[in-house]
C-alpha cells in the first residue's frame, strides 16, 4: 500500500517558468512533509519542509502547499532554472523519524 | 549540511557470496542512522532504523538474517548483504540523523548488482 504517491512520473517545464510538483498522500496521522532533491547517483538532499500546522512554507524560489483536507500538497518552484532539474521526492513521517517517500518525479527544465 | 559518506559507490558480485556497504556521518555523530533500498523508478524503501549501540529495528517484509546491519560507533553503520542473489540488485543509500541536527542526512548510495 502506497501512503505516499507522486502520480507524474516527469514533468516538462521552460525555462523562467513555474514548476509545480505534486503529491498525495493517505495516512492522515503523517504530520511533517518534506520535499528531496535527487541527481543521478547521488543521495537526495533536503529541499523545503512544512508542518501539518501550516498550509504554506517558502524559501526563496520553492514553495510548498499543504492542503490537509484533500491530503495533497505541492511544490512550486518559479522561476524555474535549468540546474533544477533533476528527480523530486515527497517524504512524509509521523510523529517520528521514520520517512516514507513517494516515487519521485523527474523535473526537466528546458533552456 | 551535514555530510554522510557511502563506501563503495558501486559493487559487483557473484551470486552467493556476502557484501558489506559502509555509511559514514563525516562530521557529526549520528546516533541515529537508515538504510534504504531503491529500485528503478520507485521510491526509496527504508529498511531498518539503527541506533548506536543497539539492535537494528527492521522493516515489514525485510530479512534480518539477511540484511546485516552494524551501527558500532557514532560514525559508522555497515549493512552486509550475505548470500546475495541477483534479485538483492539495488541502489542502497544510508541517512544519519544525530546531534546537533534534527534532519536525515543522506549518503551518495550504493549501486549494488549481482550476478
Known amino acids: 500500500d502506497q501512503q505516499v504517491k507522486q502520480n507524474s512520473p516527469s514533468l516538462s517545464v521552460q525555462e523562467g517558468r513555474i514548476s509545480i510538483l505534486n503529491c498525495d498522500y493517505t495516512?492522515?496521522?503523517?504530520?511533517?512533509f518534506l520535499w528531496y532533491k535527487k541527481y543521478p547517483a547521488e543521495g537526495p538532499t533536503f529541499l523545503i519542509s512544512?508542518?501539518?500546522?501550516?498550509d504554506k512554507n517558502e524559501d526563496g524560489r520553492f514553495t510548498v502547499f499543504l492542503n490537509k483536507s484533500a491530503k495533497h500538497l505541492s511544490l512550486h518552484i518559479v522561476p524555474s532554472q535549468p540546474g533544477d532539474s533533476a528527480v523530486y521526492f515527497c517524504?512524509?513521517?509521523?510523529?517520528?523519524?521514520?520517512?516514507?517517500f513517494g516515487a519521485g518525479t523527474i523535473l526537466r527544465v528546458k533552456s | 549540511g551535514a555530510v554522510v559518506s557511502q563506501h563503495p559507490s558501486w559493487v559487483i558480485c557473484k551470486s552467493g557470496t556476502s557484501v558489506k556497504i559502509e555509511c559514514r556521518s563525516l562530521d557529526f555523530q549520528a546516533t541515529t542512522m537508515f538504510w534504504y533500498r531503491q529500485f528503478p523508478k520507485q521510491s526509496l524503501m527504508l529498511m531498518a532504523t539503527?541506533?548506536?549501540?543497539?539492535?537494528?529495528?527492521?522493516e515489514q517484509g525485510v530479512e534480518k538474517d539477511k540484511f546485516l546491519i552494524n551501527h558500532a560507533s557514532l560514525t559508522l553503520s555497515t549493512l552486509t548483504v550475505t548470500s546475495a542473489h541477483p534479485e538483492d540488485s539495488s541502489f542502497y543509500i544510508c541517512?544519519?540523523?544525530?546531534?546537533?541536527?534534527?534532519?536525515?542526512?543522506f549518503g551518495p548510495g550504493t549501486r549494488l548488482t549481482v550476478l
Open positions: 541517512s544519519a540523523m544525530g546531534t546537533p541536527y534534527n534532519e536525515q542526512f
Open positions: 539503527s541506533n548506536e549501540g543497539s539492535k537494528a529495528t527492521y
Open positions: 512544512i508542518s501539518s500546522i501550516k
Open positions: 517524504a512524509a513521517t509521523e510523529y517520528g523519524n521514520k520517512l516514507v
Open positions: 495516512n492522515s496521522m503523517f504530520d511533517y
